[in-house]
T-cell receptor
């Protein structure tokens, strides 16, 4: 158990809809990262928050947004969903400010299916 | 930007040794990670190299050569439970100017009896 909690585990929704994925980091970790994993693309970095502030941005679509709250939990909002958004969405946390100098600890992911 | 290459698939025999290679091109490089991921599960951290050389941790070892942009993960005394994908990841500056951890597509290792 990594200590990172993600909900829900599974989500099935229709094209055009909006969903919210939730993540609680490990106790003491200030950084939260969101990754998307699809079969052909591997793990793609979306966005990172550190202590409530956006720290780094990857290939995140404009239809997607995220935030980190004062209690350090984070939410990833996906809107105007398309079939291609179907993927595993992972949240990870770390103690450091920036990726690359401390390991990321991953939650069990949310499997999103868009029909 | 960042680019990471690793073989797509490998097969090895139970009890044997296998080496999974990874090459990377990373601006502002500051660390190389290896993760293990079983199908449908979360990636779990295996090792971290920031300096050149070999880091040993039980049956797993990881090597880094920064000048060559090269790393490998060595798995000894393979067990059936080692069948998984192994992800190489490097920390560095992305094309968008932010600092991030970029993952390779993973090497799917199959351990056969």
């Amino acid at each position: 158990d990594s200590g990172v909690t993600q909900t829900p585990k599974h989500l099935i929704t229709a094209t055009g809809q909006r969903v919210t994925l939730r993540c609680s980091p490990r106790s003491g970790d200030l950084s939260v990262y969101w990754y998307q994993q699809s079969l052909d693309q591997g793990l793609q970095f979306l966005i990172q928050y550190y202590n409530g502030e956006e720290r780094a941005k990857g290939n995140i679509l404009e239809r997607f947004s995220a935030q980190q709250f004062p209690d350090l939990h984070s939410e990833l909002n996906l809107s105007s969903l398309e079939l291609g958004d179907s993927a595993l969405y992972f949240c990870a946390s770390s103690s450091g400010q920036g990726a690359g100098n401390s390991p990321l600890h991953f939650g069990n992911g949310t499997r999103l299916t868009v029909t | 930007g960042q680019n990471i290459d690793q073989p797509t698939e490998m097969t090895a025999t139970e009890g044997a040794i296998v080496q999974i290679n990874c090459t990377y091109q990373t601006s502002g490089f500051n660390g190389l990670f290896w993760y293990q991921q079983h199908a449908g599960e979360a990636p779990t951290f295996l090792s971290y190299n920031v300096l050149d050389g070999l880091e040993e941790k039980g049956r797993f070892s990881s090597f880094l050569s920064r000048s060559k942009g090269y790393s490998y993960l060595l798995l000894k005394e393979l067990q059936m439970k080692d069948s998984a994908s192994y992800l190489c990841a490097s920390g560095g500056y992305s094309g968008a100017g932010s600092y991030q951890l970029t993952f390779g597509k993973g090497t799917k290792l199959s351990v056969i009896p």
